[in-house]
């Protein structure tokens, strides 16, 4: 019996945790010690003041939407996985909780349910597989619900 591929992050240094376990990973970055400035991925020096000295930081699981628009095409290979036909799709600027960066990504629901001021959750999936047939390890948000779980 062939032993599965090890799952591997979209991007090193954008992922905290075990990628064995996707659901358990919180998005990475980095905070400068300087400017205070939150950054998506750790980093070597600071994008806004240039400092070095940074914390490498894992990031609240949850945000808010800040604004959106929906994506009506399918992303280029190797970035999609053929399992379903293409759907659109929200794609937000989220601003993450506990004073982290705004990112890009996309929300898993109907382009009608998004909104702006919209709480979601972040979750870690397998997005597509590398040239090698690794599982890639992408991320994306879903709707909170009142009880602060992804819808």
Known sequence: MASQAEAIPF???FLAGDLSEP??????????KACGIALFGQRHRCENCSSPDLDHVAFARTGTVHTYTVQRY???PP???PTAPWQPRPVAWIDLDDNGPRILAPIACAPEEVSIGMKVRAECHIGWQDAEGRPVIAYGFAPLTGDGDAA
Do not use: T
């Open 11 to 13: 991007r090193a240094g």
């Open 23 to 32: 659901a358990s990973l919180n998005l990475a970055g980095s905070r400068c």
């Open 74 to 76: 399918a992303p280029p």
């Open 79 to 81: 970035h999609s996985l």
